[in-house]
């Protein structure tokens, strides 16, 4: 089945401990990127990849690290966790350019993060 | 990137068709329109997408007139299961413009 996985699904934390929720797709996309989502804000993008060993920063990066080191996966890193980054992220992933679907993104079940 | 603007929230009951509007005045001539659904403690799905006229795909069909300014997503005789929030984005074909604003938020009553 093509899809997006995320883990953890859950995770509860402290300030300042380094974690790393992993995303990985199955479909052989080019693109992927991770999303934070708050109430009232919707979701942003923290950063994107638009290919192995290409990232770039999205509209929120700050406090975050990604890395691109194979195609399927692309791991968000939080090297020091504070209670602000408590939220619900989101990996998605799409197709090449050259496919059509200009702006399809397959996202994943999501990961709901709390810092204490 | 185009501002878009979207109703917060509509109500339907089953069976109806429910049109949702979004207006993105300053649209730029690169860009594309493109509709997804979420639902509680889920990811967005994608449910089309458009550049002018009309589109239709198995889930809704998306119109767009032709001084680009605005758009309807509208889903055919809504059933319970159509509950969720509805986001319009504005944005050329690349990969870093997705943009997702508040949403509208669909409530379908038996």
């Known amino acids: 089945e093509a899809q997006v996985t995320q883990n953890p699904r859950y995770l509860i934390t402290v300030t300042g401990k380094k974690l790393t929720v992993t995303c990985s797709q199955n479909?052989?996309?080019?693109?992927m990127s991770w999303y934070r989502q708050d109430p009232g804000l919707g979701l942003r993008q923290i950063y994107y990849s638009m290919n192995v060993e290409v990232t770039d920063k999205g509209d929120v990066p700050e406090g975050y690290k990604v890395s691109r080191k194979e195609k399927r996966n692309f791991p968000l890193i939080l090297e020091s966790p504070s209670p602000n980054q408590t939220s619900l992220y989101f990996c998605?992933?799409?197709?090449?350019?050259?496919?059509?679907?200009?702006?399809?993104?397959?996202f994943g079940p999501g990961t709901r993060l709390t810092v204490l | 990137l185009a501002k878009t603007t979207q109703p917060i929230s509509m109500d339907s009951y089953e069976g109806q068709e429910v049109n949702i509007t979004c207006s993105h005045n300053n649209i730029a001539t690169n860009d594309y329109i493109t509709w997804y659904q979420q639902f509680p403690s889920q990811g967005p799905r994608f449910i089309i997408q458009g550049y002018k006229t009309k589109v239709t795909n198995e889930v809704a069909s998306l119109f767009i007139p032709a001084d680009r300014k605005s758009s309807t997503l509208s889903l055919p005789r809504v059933s319970l299961s159509d509950t969720a929030v509805y986001y319009c984005?504005?944005?050329?074909?690349?990969?870093?413009?997705?943009?997702f604003g508040s949403g509208t938020r669909l409530q379908v009553q038996p």
């Open positions: 998605a992933s799409s197709l090449p350019e050259t496919s059509g679907s200009y702006n399809e993104q397959f």
């Open positions: 479909m052989n996309h080019e693109y």
């Open positions: 984005l504005v944005g050329p074909t690349g990969r870093r413009a997705l943009t």
